[in-house]
C-alpha cells in the first residue's frame, strides 16, 4: 500500500481563493505571507514523507505482530535531540572601591533591674493508688463423705419350666362312633420367664480427706509516692528594656571583588535521525463519527483548530494533527492511537 499526502495543494488552493475577491491590506498581507511560508514547509515535509514513503512500500516491510480488524501505517518517528548546557564567559572578574560611612542606630538594650536570686520552694508529697491481694484465711484440709454408689441391674427370672402336654387334634377323619380312635398331638409349651429389676452396690460409702485452698481478697488504697521534700530555685532577675542610641559600624574603605559573570547557553545535539515505523492507527475500519468529534473537541481545548466539530476527518483536522503531533514530538504523518491516548481520547 501506498501513502500519499496531498495537504500542501489543497491549502494553496484555499488560500489563493480567499485572497482573489478583495485588495488585501498590510494585517492581512502579513497573515497571507505565514500561510504561504507555512505551505511551503508543509510541502517540503510532504515531499520527505513521500520518498520515506515509497521506501517503506516495499512488500517485505509489512507491520509485525499485526491484529485482524486494526490498521497500521507508517509514521515518522521525529528526529531525538539531547540539550547541552555549556558555560560561557560573559564578563571579567573584577574590583570596586567603595567608602562606607559610620553607621548608627537607635537599638533597645535590657538593664537588670533587680538581681536573680536563690530561695527554697517546698514540694509537696505526691500519692498514687495501688492494688494488692490481702490473705483472708490459709490452706487447710477437710474430711468429706462420699456416698455409696450404685448400679440397676436387669436379668430374667424363670417362673415355669418348659413341658409338654396332649391335645385333640383335627384331621381329615374325625371320630364317628365310639369304635373310632379320636386325633390326639403332643405339644411342647415353652419355659416362662419374668424380667426383674433391682439395685447393685458398686462403691460402699467412704470419708476422703481433700484439700481446701487459701483464700485472697483484693484490696485497693493509697500509699505515698514521693514524700514532700524542699528544692533550691532561683528567681530569675527582673530586667527593663531601655533605648540608646549607639555605632553600630566605623566608616572604611571597601573593596568588593565582582566576580565574572557567566551564562548557561543551551545548544541541541542529535541523538537519533527521524524514522519511519509502523504504528496502530485510526482510520474507516475502527472508527466512528463519534471518536473524530471527540478528537475534534480535544484539538479545539488544545490551541489547534480543527474548524468545525462535525465528526469528518477533513484536511483541517488533519492539519491539525499533525501539527499537534509535531509540536509534541509525537511521530506525526497519520492519526495514530498514541496520539489519541496522549490527548486523552478513547475509542
Known amino acids: 500500500m501506498k501513502f500519499r499526502f496531498f495537504l500542501a495543494p489543497i491549502t494553496a488552493a484555499v488560500i489563493l481563493s480567499g485572497c482573489a475577491t478583495s485588495q488585501p491590506n498590510v494585517a492581512e498581507t502579513d497573515e497571507f505571507k505565514e500561510l504561504m511560508n507555512r505551505q511551503a514547509q508543509l510541502t517540503a515535509e510532504n515531499n520527505r514523507l513521500e520518498e520515506m514513503l515509497d521506501e517503506a512500500s516495499k512488500p517485505e ?41 559610620a553607621q548608627y542606630e537607635t537599638v533597645t538594650e535590657e538593664v537588670v533591674v533587680e538581681e536573680a536570686y536563690e530561695e527554697l520552694q517546698v514540694i509537696p508529697a505526691t500519692y498514687k493508688t495501688v492494688t494488692e491481694e490481702v490473705l483472708v484465711s490459709e490452706a487447710s484440709t477437710e474430711l468429706k463423705t462420699i456416698p455409696a454408689e450404685y448400679k440397676t441391674v436387669t436379668e430374667e427370672i424363670m417362673v415355669s419350666p418348659a413341658y409338654t402336654t396332649w391335645e385333640k387334634g383335627r384331621g381329615a377323619i374325625e371320630r364317628i362312633d365310639e369304635a373310632t380312635g379320636e386325633i390326639m398331638c403332643l405339644v411342647e409349651v415353652p419355659a416362662e420367664y419374668k424380667t426383674v429389676t433391682r439395685q447393685e452396690l458398686v462403691s460402699p460409702e467412704k470419708t476422703v480427706e481433700v484439700d481446701v485452698p487459701a483464700e485472697y481478697k483484693t484490696v485497693t488504697r493509697r500509699v505515698v509516692d514521693q514524700p514532700a521534700r524542699t528544692e533550691t530555685v532561683t528567681v530569675p532577675a527582673v530586667t ?108
Open 61 to 101: 516491510l509489512l507491520p509485525p505482530n499485526a491484529k485482524p480488524n486494526h490498521c497500521y501505517a507508517r509514521v515518522v518517528v521525529p528526529a531525538e535531540y539531547e540539550t547541552e548546557t555549556e558555560t560561557v564567559l560573559v564578563a571579567e572578574e573584577s574590583e570596586r572601591v567603595t567608602v562606607v560611612p
Open 240 to 347: 527593663e528594656m531601655v533605648e540608646v542610641v549607639r555605632e553600630v559600624r566605623k566608616p572604611q574603605v571597601q573593596k568588593t571583588n565582582i566576580p565574572a559573570e557567566y551564562e548557561e547557553v543551551t545548544k541541541q545535539r542529535l541523538i537519533t535521525d527521524a524514522d519511519m515505523e509502523w504504528r496502530e492507527i485510526l482510520c474507516e475500519t475502527n472508527t466512528t463519527e463519534d471518536v473524530v468529534r471527540r478528537l475534534q473537541v480535544a484539538l479545539e481545548q488544545k490551541g489547534y483548530d480543527p474548524v468545525w466539530i462535525d465528526g469528518v476527518y477533513g484536511d483541517r483536522t488533519r492539519n491539525a494533527v499533525i501539527q499537534y503531533q509535531q509540536d509534541n514530538g509525537l511521530p506525526y504523518g497519520q492519526l495514530t492511537m498514541g496520539t489519541l491516548e496522549h490527548m486523552g481520547v478513547e475509542l
